[in-house]
């Protein structure tokens, strides 16, 4: 059989946190930065309703949904774009700006699919330094060329937890090139009390030059049904539109994603519980020499450097117990670390009790 010739792309390919082990029926499965919470119970009342029609098409411009977004944020209905997901998001501004012959500029270990859609279309990828496991605003301009067209960044960062403050933000925006697109993901602004932090739709708004993107995957729990949003000048989100797949965001996710923006408690109690649950975790784990970031996002990045197991040698023992962590030599290549979600309180004692029966 011939088959047709393809495309053969140098990457590889994003493999998502694990979610099964072999034959082990109960798994805690924190290796996603998923929800500790689940979803809000506006959402569970909307997915329970019965008069769903779902032989039709959902709204390709996802109307009711970008007009909650506006209010909730209090941003211009116009420069949203939703997407199934905000990779979707991120996979539209590759398409609309990138060329074989750019380069693009992201953190050395930052989200994935910043690199791999860049990658797709041919685009060279320059990977700024980090100190410390936090980005660098003076790496990223060194690293910056004539050939530059985006620089990706996410605050706080995915895998390392680590964020930029307001002035560095707005320090970075300065430095570059004023047709060099800045590209911002809030996936876990949320999460974020620090008082030096801002959010990068607080601070770039009005920017030309900027795009936001943030997800309805973390603290909203709506993971399942992809479903994201980018936030831009008018000419960019037109732009996107005309590329954008018709029916990108299904029908069930508008919905649900319009509620879950509708529920402030929801939000609160799952900031709450992250902080507290956050907490109680670093300072048991620092207590088996196990290190981490200060608390952002809802997830910790944990270092084995100090401690008399290697971060391998753990996240084996806890997966034969049905405990599942990120490792983060796949793809980001850090060495003897570990990235924990923090997960409910019951998914939390489980892993307490199992780490310090593996350090007896």
Known sequence: MTVPKFKTFKIKAYKPGKSNIGKIKSIIKLSANESALGVSSKVKRILNNKDLILSKYPDSKSKILRKEISKKFNCDFNKIICGAGSDEIIQMICQLYLKPSDEVVVPQY???MYRIYAQIIGTKV???????FKVSVSEIIKS????????????????TG???TKLELVELRKKLRKNILLVLDDAYFEYMKNKDYK???????????VVIIRTFSKIYGLASLRVGW???????????????????????AQIAATEALKDKNFVNQSVKHNIIEANKLKNILEKLNIF?????ANFLLLNFDKCKFS???????????????????DGYNIKNKLRLTIGSKKENIKFIATIKSIFK
Do not use: W
């Open 110 to 112: 930052s989200f994935l």
């Open 126 to 132: 320059i990977f700024s330094k980090e100190k410390n």
């Open 144 to 159: 910056v060329s004539k050939k530059t067209k985006i620089v990706f960044i996410a605050n706080p960062n995915n895998p």
């Open 162 to 164: 680590t964020y930029l």
């Open 199 to 209: 959010s990068s739709l607080d601070l770039f708004k009005n920017k030309d030059n």
């Open 230 to 252: 980018g936030y831009a000048s008018k000419k960019i989100i037109d732009a996107m539109n005309m590329i954008k797949p018709p029916f990108n965001v299904n029908q069930l």
């Open 292 to 296: 981490s970031n200060k608390i952002t």
């Open 311 to 329: 971060a391998n040698y753990v996240f084996n023992k806890l997966q034969s117990k049905g405990i599942i962590l990120r490792s983060t030599e």
